[in-house]
């Protein structure tokens, strides 16, 4: 059944398609940047599709963010939800009704069923097949469910989900342009919901509808996307349609090559906008993972008399003349803190003393931010000049409270530092502001066995170093949720550490 104009080869279309479920993601530009430069480099589109049809994990507030952290850095999208383009509309929330039509045709051809069980039964189903030692899924029963018993089930209002019928013999093979054929046997792929029965499509639905109807000629995503693929190899069969060419980026890791993590790096994308890092540093950063800039020969180095790091020093303009998608090496590219601090570094010691100083009062020292840290304090200060004094811990980066001031006098260091480490999902789930943070906060005390002033106490001790400060919860909102989120982490980084060696070390760095 191919009723669809053949993909047109000539023309390179690439996209992103970020889920707006929080903060703008650090691999959302890495992979972002990674789809610019391939299509820059081949006069192709660069397109950005917003995923929401996951309505449980929908934060409203989160496009706009994704907008704002990927202009930050300089990534500029042809087509989009903000600029439009002629394939859409590009938010997938608005396309509701094109999904149900396309697996309307996979019904009708025998692509895919309905299936009626309850999520318990479901559930029921997955215990057993845990219990069994079997790998959980779907076992195929609404397969057999004859068309006389689908009817009665639609006509007794019964909610249904829409599945794909996975074939039962055999495998799919689909060629990875950076790995090669990888197969997968039928037998390890599950009949996927494809409509759920809320009515959205379910992420690989939609996902190739789009990029099938967006003309996507090469999709570029993370790894992590590889087990899927097959799923919409049988979608792209189903449909009759041709499939894209697919580039699985190496997954960024953590310093301990584990997949990149919240806990142990600041993974959002306003983080680094708010902690001060420049957006050419991070364009810079994420162009060095995957490997595909090629490194100057030995001798270039010596010739030119660039040092090896200089040589890690790069633009957007760079990239698009050097990039290769051929050299990217599959190792796992590193999340490097320190060096991503050394290379933006590197970029502030590039400004002009005019242009140095513009950054800092256009970031840690802006007017609002100023004038948000003056309101916290104007009923609390004599004089002028005790503006430092009370507000140090909102202007410094690195604050570490000691053990005086932030073990509770009831409290043994390891249950202080399980409490510090309990409230950080607490936190991250929170909304920043007032009434919703004061819930929070008062909630997991309770949990956890913490009065409301130990709690307090504590992450007044975190965000402050110190135990007497502008009010906690203000001070939180001004000094905002990623880097307020990132003051938690590193206190229990540098505490969970120096317990480990369990030696007497001082923190690095006290509070103002
Ligand atoms: N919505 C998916 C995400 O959040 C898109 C994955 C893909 O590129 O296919 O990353």
Known sequence: MTTEAPLDEAQVRVRIAPSPTGDPHVGTAYIGLMNLVFARQRAGKFVLRIEDTDQTRFVAASEQMIFRSLRWIGLAWDEGPDVGGPYG?????????????????????????RAFETPEELETMRRGQLAAKLPPRYNGAARHLTPEQVEANLAAGKPCTIRLKVPAEGSTTFRDELRGDI????????????????????????????DHLMRISDVIRAEEWISSTPKHILLYQAFGWSRPRFWHMPLLRNLDKSKISKRKNPVSLVYYQQAGFLPQAMLNFLGLMGGGMPQPTEQQIVSSGLNTKEADIFSLTDMLARYDFNRISLGGPVFD????KWLNGEYLRRLSPEQFFAALRSTVLSDTYLAEIAALIQTRIETLGQFGDMTGFLLADNVLPTPEIFLPKKRSLED?????????????????????????????GQEKNWSVKETFMLLRAILTGSTQSPPLLESLIVFGKARSIDRVRRFLAFELDRLKRNANAKPLVTSP
């Not at 803190?337 to 991503?340: A, D, G, N, Q």
């Not at 991250?428 to 007032?434: L, T």
Request: glycine residues 2%.
């Open 89 to 113: 509309p590009y938010r997938q929330s608005e396309r509701t009704e094109i999904y149900r039509r396309h697996v309307d045709l996979l019904l009708a051809n025998g692509w895919a069923y």
């Open 183 to 210: 197969t997968f046997d039928h037998a390890n792929v599950d009949d996927q919901v494809l409509l759920k029965s809320d009515g959205y499509p379910t992420y690989h639905l939609a996902n190739v509808v789009d």
């Open 337 to 340: 803190l320190t060096k991503l």
């Open 416 to 444: 202080t530092l399980t409490f510090a480490a309990d409230m950080l999902p607490a936190l991250e789930a929170s909304a920043w502001e007032h009434d919703a943070l004061d819930a929070a906060l008062r909630a997991i």
